[in-house]
Nanobody
Framework: QVPLVESGGGSVQTGGSLRLSCEASTDIGTHLCMGWFRQAPGKEREGVAAIGNGLGAIYYADSVKGRFAISRDNTRNTVYLQMHSLSPEDTATYYC?????????????????WGQGIQVTVSS
């Protein structure tokens, strides 16, 4: 098990920024692919960003490219999602996810571990 705990969600106005954090209660080291998914009411869950280890190991959904940035601090066992230029379309429950692999290969990877989810609400 890899318990994941998200933090940093909340409510902002259009154009605002938020930074989500996901802390794993285990050493994520270089052996976990980690990412963020989101699910809006009435919609399917979708991958937002994913990060493995090594160069070029970052993936973004087209809808967030240029606005969101995923990063990881292996020394803190934490993954971040910095979100800028938020719009109401970004309103959703955001989930941190991980799988036991150094590589994600794709954005919508088959996650094994999930956080409890955190709400992000963007008002117009």
């Amino acid at each position: 098990q890899v318990p994941l705990v998200e933090s940093g969600g909340g409510s902002v106005q259009t154009g605002g920024s938020l930074r989500l954090s996901c802390e794993a209660s285990t050493d994520i080291g270089t052996h976990l692919c980690m990412g963020w998914f989101r699910q809006a009411p009435g919609k399917e869950r979708e991958g937002v960003a994913a990060i493995g280890n090594g160069l070029g190991a970052i993936y973004y959904a087209d809808s967030v490219k240029g606005r969101f940035a995923i990063s990881r601090d292996n020394t803190r066992n934490t993954v971040y999602l910095q979100m800028h230029s938020l719009s109401p379309e970004d309103t959703a429950t955001y989930y941190c996810a991980a799988k036991s692999s150094s590589y994600c290969y794709i954005l919508n990877f088959r996650a094994v571990y999930w956080g409890q989810g955190i709400q992000v609400t963007v008002s117009s």
